[in-house]
């Protein structure tokens, strides 16, 4: 069930979903050991792996239409659509380390780079550095609260899941907002 959920999730969020494997990772730091981890880890990263070649390969054989079709999923809207193609264009994908950080949905960076015939392999090398580092960077955040809540937190086991969902509402209210007035 873990890889399935891992897979489908990574695959899902990289295609058309709009949560991003983080939320799920870092619920599995929160309940299992480290192996389980690092096999969601690694499934997260294989289906966006799978996820960002197929929009790839799609874009690259229609690449009028693929892009303008993503201002229908939350958080995306037609200035940043527009914005993705430009920094694609300008800076490569190296723009796609800079979106990152900025909450530019990965799927975005994958339709343009086809949309723009760029190399596939250099797509997908660094899709594993770019998405890689950050569920990374999620899971050692997500652990090393593990680690303080079990040690200072009374009754952590009742808290995890309240400081959890508590973290991906709150992150996601100030994304949508801040998505949604600054296009």
């Known amino acids: 069930m873990l890889r399935a959920v891992a897979f489908l999730w990574g695959f899902l969020e990289a295609t058309v979903f709009f949560l991003v494997p983080d939320v799920y990772l870092t619920g599995v730091v929160l309940k299992a050991d480290s192996r389980k981890i690092l096999v969601a880890f690694f499934y997260s990263l ?21 892009l303008d079709w993503f201002d229908h999923i939350p958080g995306i809207s037609t200035k940043l659509i527009q914005n993705v193609r430009v920094n694609i264009s300008a800076e490569g994908l190296t723009s796609m380390f800079k979106g990152m950080f900025q909450g530019v949905p990965y799927k975005l960076f994958a339709a343009a780079w086809g949309e723009k015939g760029g190399n596939l392999s250099l797509f997908i090398f660094l899709t594993i550095v770019a998405r890689g580092s950050r569920f990374i960077f999620s899971i050692l955040v997500a652990a090393f609260l593990k680690i303080l809540g079990t040690r200072f937190v009374k009754n952590w086991n009742t808290w995890r899941w309240i400081a959890y969902s508590m973290f991906w509402s709150i992150f996601y209210t100030v994304y949508f907002y801040y998505m949604y007035n600054k296009s």
Do not use: D, E, M, Q
Request: net charge neutral; no cysteine.
């Open 46 to 66: 294989s289906g966006a792996l799978l996820g960002g070649a197929i929009l790839y390969a799609f874009a690259f054989s229609h690449p009028l239409n693929t």
